[in-house]
T-cell receptor
Framework: ETGVTQTPRHLVMGMTNKKSLKCEQH?????MYWYKQSAKKPLELMFV???????ENNSVPSRFSPECPNSSHLFLHLHTLQPEDSALYLC??????????????FGSGTQLSVL | RKEVEQDPGPFNVPEGATVAFNCTYS??????FFWYRQDCRKEPKLLMS???SGNEDGRFTAQLNRASQYISLLIRDSKLSDSATYLC?????????????FGQGTTLQVKP
């Protein structure tokens, strides 16, 4: 148990659906991340939030919409996804600010399948 | 050129063997380097940070060569439980921004 909890663990959705992925961290961190991991590809950074402000947006299509209401919670809202968006979506957290720690703690991920 | 490049393997070794993984990175301004471990269908977990002077943690030794932009991980006396994918991770620039670049990973399979 890493202290980062993601729900749901698995999600199957159609291209016209709207769904949300949830992440919660209990580590007292103030930075949270979304990563995408496709088969045979490296992890791709999608978004970084530090102190609830988005500090990194890695040219992610607008059909992915992040939300960080506080430093413990992070959401990824999904709408009109494409089959190529099927992947493992990983949330992570770390300390940020002065002496930003780049040691990430990951959740177990949401395995997303878009039909 | 990929930002972080690793040989995907798989590396198949017998128990007790010594195995080494290499990784190259393209951004000369990168300052922080890590090895993460990812078990099948699990999340990545930090294995160790990589320091300029090299560092050791039990059977694991990490080395950094800034001139060649090259990182290595050495595992001695391999155990069955070492079977996993090892991810080379580099920060994305000269200042801490939280942007980490992951390599594709090198898969290790330790056989009895």
């Amino acid at each position: 148990e890493t202290g980062v909890t993601q729900t749901p663990r698995h999600l199957v959705m159609g291209m016209t659906n709207k769904k949300s992925l949830k992440c919660e961290q209990h580590l007292g961190h103030n930075a949270m991340y979304w990563y995408k991991q496709s088969a045979k590809k490296p992890l791709e950074l999608m978004f970084v939030y530090s102190l609830e402000e988005r500090v990194e947006n890695n040219s992610v299509p607008s059909r992915f919409s992040p939300e960080c209401p506080n430093s413990s919670h992070l959401f990824l809202h999904l709408h009109t996804l494409q089959p190529e968006d099927s992947a493992l979506y990983l949330c992570a957290s770390s300390h940020s600010g002065q002496g930003w720690s780049e040691k990430l703690f990951f959740g177990s991920g949401t395995q997303l399948s878009v039909l | 050129r990929k930002e972080v490049e690793q040989d995907p393997g798989p590396f198949n070794v017998p128990e007790g063997a010594t195995v080494a993984f290499n990784c190259t990175y393209s951004n000369s301004a990168s300052q922080s380097f890590f090895w993460y471990r990812q078990d099948c269908r699990k999340e990545p977990k930090l294995l160790m940070s990589v320091y300029s002077s090299g560092n050791e943690d039990g059977r694991f030794t990490a080395q950094l060569n800034r001139a060649s932009q090259y990182i290595s991980l050495l595992i001695r006396d391999s155990k069955l439980s070492d079977s996993a994918t090892y991810l080379c991770v580099v920060n994305g620039g000269s200042s801490n921004t939280g942007k980490l670049i992951f390599g594709q990973g090198t898969t290790l399979q330790v056989k009895p």
